[in-house]
């Protein structure tokens, strides 16, 4: 079975300032790892994966996360934040086995509030 | 633009009352599915379905169903056995592989009068 624990259920931080929201995985098999944005009453929005190569992933919009295999981890990261980070965000794994149905295992998620 | 609908965005429900929330997508993908999100909780999986005319339960199954007969449409059903249907919920759909992201709609928020 697997599961996520993402550490820390709120995070606020100054706008400009780096952030980190952690999240740590459990599984007993290869895996694929999944970052999700929320934003207020809408639907979740792929912001980066790992499926396989680089274990340093970044997005479009400055955020980056790091597998980190033997320490079970996928935390993400930003240099500098923005009013506009402000969101809920969700770790996501699952299985790299092919074959049959793989579960998305989400995290509890992690609330951004980023302050001017 | 390709993606997915669900409608209504919000919805009230009647003690003893089925609801039918509906899930739309023009992505061509093979698998959709259905969350629920509580404050705290994260995303539990309630069906899932790989393909057209087949679905499976997931994890919070109890007082709803399912159908698929179209492979873009994916409705679900709240029935009056859902004891606490207060809730978001949430459809998504993906390529029916296992490094293939889920897109999500923008959910129905469902409460009851």
């Known amino acids: 079975a697997q599961s996520v624990t993402q550490l820390d259920s709120q995070v606020p931080v100054f706008e400009e300032a780096p952030v980190e929201l952690r999240c740590n995985y459990s599984?007993?098999?290869?895996?694929?790892l999944f970052w999700y944005v929320q934003y207020p009453n809408q639907g979740l929005q792929l912001l980066l994966k790992?499926?396989?190569?680089?274990?340093l992933v970044k997005s479009i919009n400055g955020f980056e996360a790091e597998f980190n295999k033997s320490q079970t981890s996928f935390h993400l990261r930003k240099p500098s934040v923005h009013i506009s980070d402000t969101a809920e965000y969700f770790c996501?794994?699952?299985?790299?086995?092919?074959?049959?149905?793989?579960?998305?295992?989400f995290g509890a998620g992690t609330r951004l509030a980023v302050h001017p | 633009d390709g993606g997915i609908t669900q409608s209504p965005k919000y919805l009230f429900r009647k003690e003893g009352q089925n609801v039918t929330l509906s899930c739309e997508q023009n992505?061509?993908?093979?698998?959709m599915y259905w969350y629920r999100q509580d404050p705290g909780q994260g995303l539990r999986l309630i069906y899932y379905?790989?393909?057209?005319?087949?679905?499976q339960k997931g994890d919070i199954a109890e007082g709803y169903s399912v159908s698929r007969e179209k492979k873009e449409s994916f409705p679900l059903t709240v029935t009056s056995a859902q004891k606490n249907p207060t809730a978001f919920y949430l459809c998504?759909?993906?390529?029916?592989?296992?490094?293939?992201?889920?897109?999500f709609g923008d959910g129905t928020r469902l409460s009851i009068l």
């Open positions: 379905s790989q393909i057209v005319n087949d679905f």
């Open positions: 998504a759909s993906s390529w029916d592989r296992e490094n293939q992201p889920q897109h």
């Open positions: 790992y499926l396989s190569g680089s274990t």
């Open positions: 599984s007993s098999v290869s895996v694929y």
């Open positions: 996501a794994v699952t299985s790299a086995i092919s074959g049959g149905y793989n579960k998305l295992i």
């Open positions: 992505l061509n993908h093979d698998a």
